[in-house]
């Protein structure tokens, strides 16, 4: 809707429907070009709000674990060849130190959050990260079930990882209704529904939230600006308040991976 509102030839395409020519696929080329212009603003603008924590992915995108040694593969995937000598950890550092240094650019300062690409992470890209200045990363909660670990606390909050960071695991289940099941239903039930599975789980820890890159918003009716905008009413209500993972990270670690 706001986008919309924004610029007005996606509405004039919009009402038009179908048989699109060239000139509307270089208008829409224009206000793609238009928005991408003003992300950096955009993101300057929450990374100085105090409200979110901006992350970051490596460089170009590459499958750590796999970068730094690809035989480490055969810790959960036993056929890969052991003599399959690809081992590249610089590469690696490098990925993630520009990430950081590309983010400052934009930012005025690097992101010390990392979202791993695809949410892959072993013991030796993690210690890499630690490294080139990651403080905290996101990953899936099937990674923490797979992994040897010491609990101290609750199950729900940051555990410490090698090289000093904290890792927080998203719950799939609650994720997955985000992307996969409440664009049809009634926002204020599904924000509803949401916010007490999440009441029932936490107990007083951090509970995280990751839609693991899918963007479900295409979705939903107006982009899910409903649903959002009753997910924000409900979060200020309580009991369950958001809270980013900047914050999170300052809190005692609830174990050890």
């Known amino acids: 809707t706001g ?132 403080q905290w990363l996101v990953t899936d909660e099937g990674i923490l079930h797979a992994s040897q670990r010491e609990q101290r606390g609750g199950w729900f909050g940051g555990w410490e990882l090698p090289g000093g960071m904290q890792g927080f695991f998203r719950d799939r289940d609650l994720s997955d209704r985000i992307s996969f099941q409440y664009a049809t239903r009634d926002p204020r039930e599904a924000v509803a529904e949401l916010l007490g599975a999440a009441a029932e789980r936490v107990d007083g820890g951090v509970l995280t939230i990751a839609l693991d890159g899918e963007n479900p918003w295409e979705c939903w009716a107006d982009a899910g600006k409903a649903f959002r905008e009753a997910l924000f009413e409900g979060l200020r209500a309580g009991p369950v308040r958001g809270v980013n993972h900047a914050e999170a990270a300052r809190r005692e670690p609830v174990g050890s991976v």
Not at 85 to 110: C, I, K
């Open 3 to 134: 986008l919309l509102s924004q610029h007005p030839e996606l509405g004039v395409l919009r009402k038009k429907a179908r048989d699109f020519d060239e000139r509307d696929k270089v208008a829409l080329l224009d206000v793609q070009r238009r928005i991408l212009r003003e992300l950096p603003g955009i993101y300057r603008r929450l990374a100085s709000c105090g409200h979110a924590a901006v992350s970051t992915s490596p460089y170009f995108h590459p499958i750590l674990p796999l970068l730094v040694d690809v035989r480490h593969a055969r810790r959960c995937l036993p056929h890969v060849p052991e003599d399959d000598l690809f081992a590249w950890p610089e590469d690696a550092r490098t990925q993630l130190e520009r990430a950081r240094s590309r983010m400052e650019e934009v930012l005025g300062e690097a992101p010390v959050g990392l979202w791993p690409s695809e949410g892959s992470v072993s013991p030796e890209a993690v210690a890499i990260a630690a490294e080139a200045g990651f």
